[in-house]
């Protein structure tokens, strides 16, 4: 996500970092490389210059020319306004005082509306909500179809009308029966269109006014560039927006209408979608995102991912046998399973700090899940008795369990080594943390 971007300004940033006296001239320097960098990143023209013009503007306002933390500021003040250019803090979800609450979801054809109102559903049932979702889209019966199936997928009822019912009685059917249901929020999946239509337009102003919807959201592909800049001024004129929606961050995309779209809009992103799968969406948060670009990483947002993929009592459950050295093959493979609902490693690793930028693209795309998936095949070939008691892994169940899982005794043999080798050293550590009464827990 935004990764060449990240790259150029945390480099940039990187090379400040500790100069002694910063001058003038210096940060002219830096300013315009950060300028080249935003354009390179599709980032709108007069964005881009309103941005370098707000931090000249600061850095002589801190007076921070010859000051010995001048590079410290100038840093602080490049996130700082980044920050605000993505919106600052994020806005609080809408919802209707009175139940249920309309979100309405428009957009081009194929932005991603659909997958979006999948991922919707399953984010506001983590909220504690009970949506449903209705197949507005009459357009293409194909939609309705992928809008059933997605909504299966994350358990949620999809209102669906086959026969020549028009979008806006379709809208207006599934209000009614959330409202019997006692549902939470109504998720309306319209017709998409290729370019700003008319008749398709006045569709969406029926639906709105029907259903008066608490949250107008438009899905914007990502892979567009300034285009989606463009789509959300079109939009926002006949809709009242009260938020974007990115999709595809996952891609090798440039994004720089991320960036873009508040400060020419005044419409604020809200969540941003980063993969294909009804988890894969994130909510987006200015501050974190600012942070990360200019390479200082997203903290929180790791935790916060491991925190919802994680189960707390299978993890309080791993955590006691950490300390009493009593691992066995069975929490390695559960371990592995719950790493695996947080997404591919790589992802994982770029929200980190510093390893960003440090770590060259390649050497993270070296890190590879298939390796796990090779350690999982090896324990998958364990008996149930062998996964909880290792020590009865003797030389010709080491040869059997080598067969079973397509790979040679060496290999076996490595992965005991390394099972041995890090359940002392989890022992120890974990001990050592008790010791400290320092449990690091909330
Ligand atoms: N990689 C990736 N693909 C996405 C994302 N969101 C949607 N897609 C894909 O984009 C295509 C179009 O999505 P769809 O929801 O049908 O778009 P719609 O026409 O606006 O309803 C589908 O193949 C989706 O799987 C995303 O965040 N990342
Ligand atoms: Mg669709």
């Not at 899905?219 to 300034?226: A, E, I, R």
């Amino acid at each position: 996500m935004l990764d060449s971007l990240t790259r150029r300004l945390a480099g940039i940033l990187t090379g400040l970092r500790g100069k002694a006296r910063l001058t003038e001239d210096d940060v002219n320097d830096m300013l315009r490389e950060v300028r080249v960098a935003l354009l390179e990143a599709d980032v709108n023209f007069a964005v881009a210059k309103g941005f370098i013009a707000k931090v000249r503007e600061k850095a002589v306002g801190e007076d921070i020319y010859g000051s010995l933390t001048a590079d410290q500021t100038i840093i602080r003040i490049v996130r700082d306004e980044l920050t605000e250019l993505l919106g600052t803090a994020p806005p609080r979800f809408n919802y209707n005082p009175s139940p249920p609450t309309v979100i309405l979801l428009c957009g081009l054809q194929g932005s991603g509306k659909t997958t979006t109102a999948a991922k919707l559903a399953r984010w506001l049932i983590n909220q504690g909500k009970k949506p449903m979702l209705a197949a507005c889209d009459t357009q293409r019966p194909a939609a309705i179809k992928q809008l059933e199936v997605l909504g299966e997928s994350v358990g949620v009822p999809v209102y669906v009308k086959l026969d020549k019912t028009t979008p806006v009685q379709i809208a207006n059917e599934a209000l009614a029966r959330c409202k019997h249901l006692m549902l939470d929020v109504l998720i309306v999946d319209t017709a998409g269109r290729l370019q700003i239509d008319e008749g398709l337009m006045e569709e969406l102003h029926q639906i709105y006014n029907n259903t008066k919807p608490s949250e107008v959201f438009l899905v914007l592909d990502s892979t567009t560039g300034q285009e989606a800049v463009h789509v959300a001024e079109a939009f926002h004129k006949e809709v009242q927006l009260t938020g974007a929606i990115f999709t595809k961050l996952d891609g090798d995309t440039r994004g720089g209408a991320i960036l873009s779209v508040r400060s020419s809009t005044g419409v604020p992103v809200r969540f941003i979608g980063v993969g294909e799968q009804v988890e894969a969406l994130d909510t987006f948060h200015p501050d974190r995102m600012a942070q990360r670009i200019i390479g200082m990483g997203d903290v929180m947002g790791i935790i916060e991912k491991a925190e919802q993929f994680i189960d707390k009592e299978e993890a309080e459950g791993i955590e006691g046998k950490m300390a009493s050295g009593n691992l066995d093959f069975n929490d390695m493979l559960q371990t592995f399973r719950m790493m695996k609902k947080m997404g591919p490693m790589k992802n994982l690793l770029k929200m980190v700090p510093g390893l960003a930028n440090a770590v060259p693209e390649e050497a993270l795309d070296a890190i590879n899940d298939k390796d796990t998936g090779r350690i999982e095949a090896i324990i998958l070939s364990m008996t149930l008795k062998e996964r909880s008691n290792p020590d009865i892994i003797n030389g010709s169940r080491r040869k059997r369990i080598a067969a079973g899982a397509g790979t040679t005794v060496e290999e076996v043999n490595n992965l005991l080594k390394q099972f041995y080798g890090s359940r002392r050293g989890m022992k120890q550590m974990m001990q050592m943390q008790k010791r400290m009464g320092k449990r690091g827990r909330r």
